[in-house]
């Protein structure tokens, strides 16, 4: 009776690992089960891939374009495909035109736009998906070319949004090495001239056990933190997998060299940035509620006092990543290392003066290292030294040192709440504005650009900004995070996947949003780059559970065609 107990046991047993390893074989190859009604594994949900259409099969074309803002409302604007008669085209917005044509699948053509001050550059396109539009700039009319005010050395580019490998997680279901030469092939027509991508790095915490558990039917292998991880130097920095969080792995030399291959093939120079956590998003997937989790560590990271102890520890293990990278990245050819890590950045108080010493040290020894340009990024109201923040900025001068200065702001309301004690000319009531139109929008973020030019002249430096404006009305001056924070008990999932009544998308205002930073940037001297995000998918609501088009990418939205209408101008 125990010998057939036991081999009962050890079927079970022997079945468990042929399923287990079934699916990892299945994950591995990519191999997906017939269609039915069962659910799809993760790795068959790609709803980032919209189905392409026949050839032949009747459909229409869209076509949107933003242009000068030189151009009067009253212009009459049409689109001219392959040389046929003129099509007129509808006001679609401040500076915005669109219209919609028949068309068929496939079908390759020519066009232009015309004004009545001349034509713009030809475009190209093929029809590949059913109703498509595609978001054009025009840079200027062959009689009537604009003229931008930037510095001479001004450029416009992109942030790759911060993912890389395969993307499981908040219903995305992606590889985005799949998406390099497709995303920058985008880029090129954009006319963009940088590309930022995200690698990604985490804590490892020395004496704390592995933890597994089974999510979406992937194994998941993940630490939790000591209870003292705020103030603990017992880890070491890893290279991120997708195994704990089933997202955001590190970059690996082929990777490196793929992307910088594909970027300097299209004219884009290649810039490397990193995330780090001393929590990964694994640590919070089995919490009843992520946000309010990861929210408990972002306080605790903002409350802690440090050590010069703690400081030096954080600063020789991060010195080493980055003269490792800046090897990996030599070999590749990247172009510029943006070293100031992103997610859980901390603070350094009261020990600003060594933390300020030791970065100093930091870039000096990645640029005798790295071939390239060495970047940091500052916080705004940091860099302006306002009062009340947890560091004393005015005891930092490190970024003196660095070959560039980015700054990042998610919305206009954050950065002028951010810097209220400058805003005296701006109460809050000057930005509760609904549906803000370009010039409002810009009557905004001109007193923040000239606080912040004010001081790159005082400091003698430049910035660049990288400027992420989301996609539903009134996002500008909104903060962003309150509109996924309205339950303070929910998972992030819970918002992404639409449990919660979010707002439309907005993609009109967005581009209005864009179009004001271009506009307020304009004809300032210390200001030498402006990006902005971009997916590396198509993915879009409609065919993702996730609300992914509330986000800040402009891909696949008016607001591509505005930073195409830029680009394109600096570059002349």
């Known amino acids: 009776m125990l010998d057939r107990n036991r081999k009962i046991v050890l079927g079970i047993f022997l079945?468990?690992?042929?399923?287990?390893?079934?699916?990892?074989?299945?994950?591995?190859?990519e191999i997906c089960p017939?269609?039915?009604?069962?659910?799809?594994?993760?790795?068959c949900e790609n709803y980032a891939e919209i189905p392409p259409i026949a050839a032949g099969e009747a459909t229409t074309a869209g076509f949107w374009v933003s242009v000068p803002y030189t151009t009067s409302p009253d212009d009459p604007?049409?689109?001219v495909i392959d040389g046929k008669a003129p099509v007129s085209m509808a006001p679609a917005g401040e500076y915005a035109w669109d219209v919609s044509v028949p068309a068929v699948g496939q079908e390759s053509f020519s066009y232009h736009y015309t004004s009545s001050t001349g034509r713009s550059r030809t475009f190209d396109r093929q029809i590949q998906i059913p109703n498509h539009v595609t978001y054009d700039g025009v840079s200027g009319w062959s009689e009537e070319p604009i003229k931008p005010s930037f510095p001479p050395a001004f450029r416009a580019g992109i942030w790759m949004q911060d993912t890389w490998g395969k993307n499981y997680n908040f219903m995305m279901f992606e590889d985005t090495r799949k998406n390099i030469e497709s995303s920058f092939d985008r880029l090129e027509r954009i006319g963009v001239t940088e590309v930022v991508v995200f690698d990604f790095y985490d804590a490892h915490w020395v004496n704390q056990p592995n933890k597994y558990a089974f999510d979406r039917m992937i194994p998941r292998v993940y630490q939790d933190p000591p209870d003292d991880w705020i103030t603990s130097t017992e880890w070491e920095i890893v290279p991120g997998t997708f195994w704990d969080d089933h997202r955001d792995e590190a970059m690996s030399q082929v990777d490196l060299n793929r992307i910088a291959e594909a970027a300097h093939a299209r004219n884009l120079r290649a810039i490397w940035s990193m995330n780090f956590g001393f929590t990964s998003i694994g640590t919070y997937l089995g919490a009843d509620s992520i946000w309010e989790a990861s929210g408990a560590d972002f306080a605790a990271l903002g409350e802690v006092e440090r050590t010069p102890e703690w400081i030096d520890d954080y600063f020789t293990k991060f010195e080493a990543l980055m003269l490792d990278r800046a090897d990996a990245l030599n070999k590749a050819g990247f172009d510029m290392m943006l070293i100031t890590p992103g997610w859980h950045n901390t603070h350094f108080s009261p020990e600003e003066e060594l933390a300020n010493a030791r970065m100093k040290q930091m870039i000096a020894k990645v640029k005798e290292r790295f071939n390239g340009d060495v970047a940091v990024s500052v916080d705004p109201a940091g860099f302006l030294e306002a009062k009340g923040l947890r560091d004393d900025w005015s005891q930092y001068d490190y970024y003196h040192d660095a070959?560039?200065?980015f700054i990042r702001i998610y919305s206009i309301r954050t950065g002028l709440e951010t810097l209220a004690e400058f805003q005296e000319a701006l109460p809050p009531e000057s930005y509760d504005i609904t549906d803000p139109t370009v010039e409002e929008m810009k009557a905004l973020i001109d007193p923040l650009l000239d606080l912040i030019e004010a001081e790159a002249e005082r400091k003698d430096v430049e910035i660049s900004l990288f400027c992420s404006m989301s996609a539903f009305s009134n996002a500008a001056l909104t903060d962003y995070m309150t509109v996924f924070a309205m339950d303070p008990t929910m998972a992030i999932e819970d918002t992404f996947m639409g449990r919660y009544d979010l707002p439309d998308p907005d993609y009109a205002h967005q581009s209005d949003a864009y179009e004001a930073w271009w506009q307020a940037t304009e004809g300032?001297?210390?200001i030498v780059r402006l990006m902005g995000s971009y997916t590396w998918d198509?993915?879009?609501?409609?065919?993702s559970p996730a609300r992914l088009d509330l986000g800040s990418s402009i891909r696949n939205r008016p607001a591509e065609?505005?930073?195409q209408k830029w680009a394109l101008s600096v570059r002349g």
């Open 15 to 29: 079945l468990i690992v042929l399923i287990i390893s079934g699916i990892l074989v299945m994950m591995a190859f």
């Open 34 to 43: 017939p269609k039915g009604p069962w659910k799809a594994p993760p790795w």
């Open 77 to 79: 604007i049409r689109v």
């Open 403 to 405: 070959d560039a200065i």
């Open 524 to 526: 300032r001297t210390r």
């Open 538 to 543: 198509d993915a879009v609501n409609e065919l």
């Open 561 to 563: 065609g505005v930073m």
